[in-house]
C-alpha cells in the first residue's frame, strides 16, 4: 500500500478537474473566424483551395460539418480567415455548422431543439453505443481517450457500452460504406426507445473527403432525426464531451 501511495503523489492529479474550461494548445483548430470584409476574389480563391468544399463560394461562410480543419485556407488569407483553440462547436442543428463571415460569439446547442425525453432520462446516465460506419480509426480513438484516466466522462454517467441492447442511444463515425449500412440499421434497431444518434467527426456528419462516393449509403443519416452533430477531423475529446454535456443541460 505504502509503494501505491508514493506512486499516486509521484503522478499526481491525472484527471481534468473541469472539462469546460480546460485550456487547449494555440495550435489547436477550432471554432473559425472569417473577416466581414473578406472580398468576392477572395473567396473564390479560398474556395477553390478547399478540398472538401467545405466553403460556400458566394457567402465565404465554411461549413463545420466538411470542414477537414486543414488550415490551407488559413495559411493562404491569415488576415481574413483564422482557427481559434475553440474546441466547444458541437451542435444539435445541422444548419448552425455555417460559420458566416463576421459571425462572433461561441457555437452552442440550441436549446429549443433539445428533445425533452433526452434530459428527462438520460441526464445522469446516458450509455452509448459506438458505430464505426467505415472510420478510419482515428474518431474511434479519440472517443474511446473521453474514458481514460485524463478525460474521465464516465464521472458524469456518460459511457460507452458493448451491445445495443444497453444502450441509450448510438455514437456513429466514419461516411457511413455501403457495406456498413445494414449493420448500422440493425444496431440502431436493436436500441430501445427513446434513443439517441450523434455524429462524431467530418465523415459522419457530411462523409467529409469521401461525399458523393458510390461507395457509400447515407440513407440512415437522412431519414432519422440527429440528436448532436460533432465537427473535427478527428474530433476532439473535448469537443465531444462538452457537446453531449450540453445536450444533457449538464
Do not use: W
Request: hydrophobic share 40%; aromatic share 6%; proline share 6%.
Amino acid at each position: 500500500m505504502i509503494k501505491e501511495l508514493k506512486i499516486l503523489s509521484e503522478h499526481g492529479r491525472q484527471y481534468i478537474h473541469d472539462l469546460r474550461k480546460q485550456p487547449v494548445s494555440d495550435m489547436f483548430r477550432g471554432l473559425p473566424m472569417i473577416s466581414d470584409d473578406i472580398t468576392g476574389n477572395e473567396i473564390t480563391k479560398v474556395s477553390a483551395l478547399c478540398p472538401v468544399n467545405a466553403i460556400d463560394r458566394q457567402s465565404g461562410a465554411i461549413d463545420l460539418g466538411k470542414c477537414a480543419f486543414c488550415n490551407e485556407c488559413a495559411l493562404l488569407l491569415p488576415e481574413k480567415i483564422r482557427f481559434t483553440n475553440d474546441y466547444r462547436i458541437a451542435s444539435n442543428r445541422r444548419e448552425d455548422l455555417l460559420i458566416m463571415p463576421g459571425q462572433a460569439g461561441p457555437l452552442r446547442i440550441d436549446e429549443a431543439v433539445v428533445r425533452k425525453d433526452v434530459r428527462r432520462l438520460f441526464r445522469k446516465s446516458l450509455k452509448l453505443r459506438e458505430v464505426s460506419a467505415g472510420g478510419d480509426n482515428s474518431c474511434e480513438m479519440e472517443l474511446a481517450a473521453t474514458g481514460n484516466v485524463n478525460f474521465d466522462v464516465g464521472r458524469y454517467g456518460i459511457e460507452f457500452v458493448a451491445s445495443p441492447r444497453h444502450a441509450d442511444g448510438i455514437v456513429i463515425t466514419g461516411p457511413v460504406t455501403e457495406n456498413m449500412a445494414r449493420a448500422l440499421e440493425i444496431c440502431y434497431d436493436a436500441v430501445p426507445s427513446p434513443k439517441v444518434i450523434i455524429l462524431a467527426g467530418t465523415d459522419a456528419i457530411s462523409g467529409g473527403i469521401f461525399e458523393g462516393s458510390p461507395a457509400l449509403d447515407r440513407s440512415f443519416i437522412r431519414d432519422h432525426h440527429i440528436d448532436l452533430y460533432v465537427p473535427g477531423n478527428p474530433a476532439h475529446p473535448l469537443t465531444y464531451i462538452n457537446g453531449v454535456m450540453d445536450l444533457l443541460g449538464l
